[in-house]
């Protein structure tokens, strides 16, 4: 399961960068969470219609996006406009070399606003992004999930996990479960409908016989997966 591109000239959605057939942006209501809710994107990221950092800003309400530039902010230096509005009163950077989120969530005053930045790229890239920006919060390591349901790339190891998974394993460590379950739903179709625009219809199958979606959303898929001239 390779990356996915988009070639030269193909019509796509502009928020779901799925081909027009294929598009779910109509499916779901977004998700609502009290957590401010950020990505910063590797620029190699922002052409891939795999890349779930893009799936984030438009499903999650309020979610932003902005693209990672080499030189963003060195320690000691002045932060630019783009990276100061990612700044919180406590603000976490998801990163498998950052705390055990167990080990600070005693310490952490409830009442102050949650902010959390989620680096979109492969690991090496999330690695370069986090040593250039990793002053401005606290690095924060989510508890091992269970295998990946992120089917459009191959994963080097089982815990590694997409972007959007981790946003996941946030709401679930916070109790934010209303957010957890509708974001589900938004990660499952995006992989579902992609593995379809692909044209693999058995492994999309196979797919959704573990998946949520079935149950919520059966008229939907009806529509999508039907004939058309």
């Given at each position: 399961m390779g990356r996915s591109v988009v070639r030269a000239g193909a019509v796509r959605c502009h928020a779901c960068r799925l081909a027009p057939r294929w598009c779910v942006c109509r499916a779901l209501p977004q998700a609502t969470t009290a957590i401010q809710v950020d990505v910063l994107m590797h620029p190699q990221e922002q052409c891939k219609p795999s890349s779930t950092g893009k799936l984030i800003e438009r499903a999650v309400q309020g979610a932003r996006c902005q693209l990672y530039q080499r030189g963003l902010h060195q320690h000691g230096g002045p932060s630019p406009p783009s990276l100061a509005a990612l700044q919180g009163p406590e603000l976490w950077i998801l990163h498998p070399l950052g705390?055990?989120?167990e080990s600070i969530q005693s310490v952490i005053d409830?009442?102050?606003?949650l902010q959390v930045l989620l680096l979109d790229g492969n690991w090496s890239q999330a690695g370069e992004m986090l040593r250039t920006i990793?002053?401005?919060g606290r690095c924060v390591r989510l508890r091992a999930p269970g295998?990946?349901?992120?089917?459009l790339r191959d994963q080097r190891e089982p815990s590694h996990i997409s972007t959007a998974e981790a946003l996941l394993g946030v709401f679930n460590a916070v109790?934010?479960?209303a957010a957890e379950d509708?974001?589900?739903?938004?990660?499952?179709?995006h992989v579902y409908a992609s593995l379809r625009a692909r044209g693999?219809?058995?492994?999309?199958e196979d797919y959704l016989q573990d998946s949520?979606?079935?149950?919520?959303?059966?008229?939907?898929l009806e529509r999508l997966n039907a004939r058309r001239p």
């Open positions: 705390e055990p989120l409830s009442s102050t606003p990793e002053s401005i295998p990946s349901r992120y089917w109790g934010d479960t509708q974001f589900r739903l938004h990660f499952e179709l693999r219809r058995q492994l999309a949520p979606l079935k149950a919520a959303i059966p008229d939907f």
